[in-house]
């Protein structure tokens, strides 16, 4: 079984930032994509971030140069950095892993949600 364990959400003003983590733990072999996510109030969830096995990075323009997608490998982690937040990041964030299991299966975990709040 794999678990997602979220943190780092909280309440910042705007021009701060804050760096939210996603520990994955379980019977991971590899990771295929590791990702973060966000729904703000009364909107779909949509797409922040994601990197790839490979390192790929993929970014949601409107957090371009200011948010940074990393992960560890050593501790089943992958972080995001947000600088520069502003109101329009509040949210919800969810992360998102698709990893390959030591059992030879392929899974999706979503984690549990952490609230960001950025106030003006």
């Known amino acids: 079984q794999v678990r997602l364990v979220e943190s780092g959400g909280g309440l910042v003003q705007t021009g701060g930032s804050l760096r939210l983590s996603c520990a994955a733990s379980?019977?991971?072999?590899?990771?295929?994509?590791m990702g973060w996510y966000r729904q703000p109030p009364g909107k779909q969830r949509e797409l922040v971030a994601t990197?790839?096995?490979?390192?790929?990075?993929n970014y949601a323009d409107s957090v371009k140069g200011r948010f940074t997608i990393s992960r560890d490998n050593a501790k089943n982690t992958v972080y995001l950095q947000m600088n520069s937040l502003k109101p329009e990041d509040t949210a919800v964030y969810y992360c998102?892993?698709?990893?390959?299991?030591?059992?030879?299966?392929?899974?999706?975990?979503w984690g549990q949600g952490t609230q960001v709040t950025v106030s003006s």
């Open positions: 998102y892993v698709d990893v390959f299991t030591m059992f030879m299966t392929r899974l999706n975990r």
């Open positions: 379980g019977s991971i072999a590899s990771f295929n994509l």
């Open positions: 990197i790839t096995g490979g390192g790929s990075t």
